[in-house]
């Protein structure tokens, strides 16, 4: 079992930036495939960024660019770095953990960008 802790969200103004955290509970983190996935009222869950457990990372084109994901595997944490945030990008973001056959997320921490 593994459990994901999610941190870093709230308001910003419009080209400002956010750094998101996702922290896992389990010590396989290491082993895990971990991703960042995003959902805004009325429309459905999509990927923002993912990154393996060999660092490979993959990005939406909407964020290509504008945001960064990285892990730290010695404090088991996935980061998300924000930067250049547009109204759009307002939604819920939540942490995916994918290992062992078995796929986790976290609950979830809100993004809104307005000015």
């Known amino acids: 079992q593994v459990q994901l802790v999610e941190s870093g969200g709230g308001l910003v103004q419009p080209g400002g930036s956010l750094r998101l955290s996702c922290a896992a509970s389990?010590?396989?983190?290491?082993?895990?495939?971990m991703g960042w996935y995003r959902q805004a009222p009325g429309k459905q869950r999509e990927l923002v960024a993912t990154?393996?457990?060999?660092?490979?990372?993959n990005y939406a084109d909407s964020v290509k660019g504008r945001f960064a994901i990285s892990r730290v595997n010695a404090k088991n944490t996935v980061n998300l770095q924000m930067n250049s945030l547009k109204p759009e990008d307002t939604a819920v973001y939540y942490c995916?953990?994918?290992?062992?056959?078995?796929?986790?997320w976290g609950q979830g921490t809100q993004v809104t960008v307005s000015s």
């Open positions: 995916k953990a994918v290992g062992g056959l078995r796929t986790y």
């Open positions: 389990n010590s396989f983190f290491s082993t895990y495939d």
């Open positions: 990154i393996t457990s060999g660092g490979t990372t």
